[in-house]
């Protein structure tokens, strides 16, 4: 789900949009004139692609995984699929970005042995790139050839939009800065302790009532205090590390049905409902899907 949902009538967005490799690569820039705190940007994971974010102006922090980074005019955010994010706004402001989102397939296509990007991405979730090493290193100057290759939509300038793509990568993973030593972290002991037992107990049912009970809170105060100190509502944070984990299951073997039980679904129309909401098509689909994948990516591709 884009991080552009929710915007009130006071709001202002521009958007280019550009296709390339048949969807492979999308750009997005975006405006919003009147970003206020609390706007109904949700928390959201791209579960097939990963994503650039290059942060241009506003008074905002950055949520993600149970963390939250403070970003800077120029910062530039490399966000894995999966990872779960949301923009947080501090203060009324003028909010611009620009994103790149690409698709897990690119990486098939450099067909090359040593090169660890995916997984590696994968497992760290984010590469954080304050503004002075995104202007040292080009990162900026490359973000602008991808977008302006993509626009032409020519098979040879298609290519250099890819290579451009792995230029950037490249380079960022070599000067990007570990999150948490750049993040806002959660500091109280209560939130630390909830995401914990969540993790923990994330294929048993959990609900509102249940945990606020465990940790001596009211639904009320619960709902409220874990979206302060996480940017995210326990419900969606829940549902979201579900239906992660049963994307494994899947991958793994598992039946949609079991694979709904193990991650806590009681109700198989809710896991169906949630799935398909999320990453747009059915578990089922999905693991066809993967599996054809699998079958139809080369032994030496990443």
Avoid: W
Avoid at 58 to 84: H, K, T, W
Avoid at 143 to 166: G, H
């Amino acid at each position: 789900m884009p991080d552009d949902v929710g915007l009130t009538a006071n709001h202002t967005v521009s958007m280019e949009s550009y296709d390339f490799h048949t969807d492979l690569l999308h750009c997005i820039s975006t405006v919003t004139d009147h970003a206020v705190p609390n706007s109904d940007y949700e928390v959201h994971a791209h579960y097939h692609e990963f994503e650039i974010y290059y942060f241009l102006e506003g008074d905002l922090s950055f949520a993600f995984e149970g963390q939250r980074l403070p970003v800077q005019n120029g910062d530039m955010i490399i966000i894995a699929a999966g990872c779960l994010h949301r923009p947080i706004i501090r203060h009324s402001c003028r909010y611009c970005r620009k994103r790149l989102l690409f698709r897990q397939e690119l990486f098939r296509r450099l067909q090359t042995a040593d090169m660890e990007f995916y997984h590696d991405l994968l497992k760290r979730k984010i590469l954080f790139l304050p503004n002075a090493s995104v202007v040292s290193c080009g990162l900026d100057q490359l973000f602008e050839d991808i977008v302006r290759y993509a626009e032409s939509k020519t098979a040879e300038d298609s290519f250099c939009a890819m290579i451009s793509l792995f230029s950037l990568l490249i380079k960022a993973k070599a000067h990007s800065r570990e999150p948490a030593g750049n993040a806002d972290p959660i500091h109280n002991e209560k939130a630390l302790a909830l995401l914990q037992y969540i993790d923990q107990h994330l294929t048993e049912e959990l609900n509102y009532t249940s945990l606020a009970e465990h940790f001596s809170m009211t639904d009320k105060n619960l709902y409220k205090f874990f979206k302060r100190e996480t940017g995210f509502t326990l419900s969606d944070y829940i549902n979201e590390r579900r239906i992660v984990l049963a994307q494994s299951l899947l991958n793994a073997g598992a039946c949609a049905a079991e694979a709904a039980e193990s991650v806590g679904y009681m109700d198989y129309s809710v896991f169906y409902r949630n799935f398909v909401k999320r990453l747009g098509v059915t578990p089922t689909k999905y693991q066809r899907d993967r599996r054809k994948s699998t079958c139809n990516t080369p032994s030496h591709s990443l």
